[in-house]
Nanobody, 120 residues
């Protein structure tokens, strides 16, 4: 069955770094646009970054220059390298995979989320 599992979250001091991983299974990873989203308490979920099957990336303004999204097709895994972390980056980070099968079905899968806390 389809599964996205995030890992790598934790507690880090301002200015520190974390690398999140999103391990996928049961999906057509080679077709998927992978994305990272986040939701802070009391706030709406927001897009952080996306990467297409071809490697094209897109970033939210608030992370541009600090975060890098990447993917490893051999491992069917997406990553989010987060540098220069700020307290306002504190949120639950979610992995997303979106694609269609070129027939009729659209697919949109989400992981369970991983907590990132930036605090001194």
């Amino acid at each position: 069955q389809e599964q996205l599992v995030e890992s790598g979250g934790g507690l880090v001091q301002p200015g520190g770094s974390l690398r999140l991983s999103c391990a996928t299974s049961g999906i057509i990873f080679s077709r998927a646009t992978m994305g990272w989203y986040r939701r802070a308490p009391g706030k709406q979920r927001e897009l952080v970054a996306t990467i297409t099957r071809y490697g094209s990336t897109n970033y939210a303004d608030f992370v541009k220059g600090r975060f890098t999204i990447s993917r490893d097709h051999a491992k069917s895994t997406a990553y989010l390298q987060m540098n220069s972390l700020k307290p306002e980056d504190t949120a639950v980070y979610y992995c997303n995979a979106a694609y269609n099968d070129d027939i009729i079905n659209d697919f949109d899968y989400w992981g369970q989320g991983t907590q990132v806390t930036v605090s001194s």
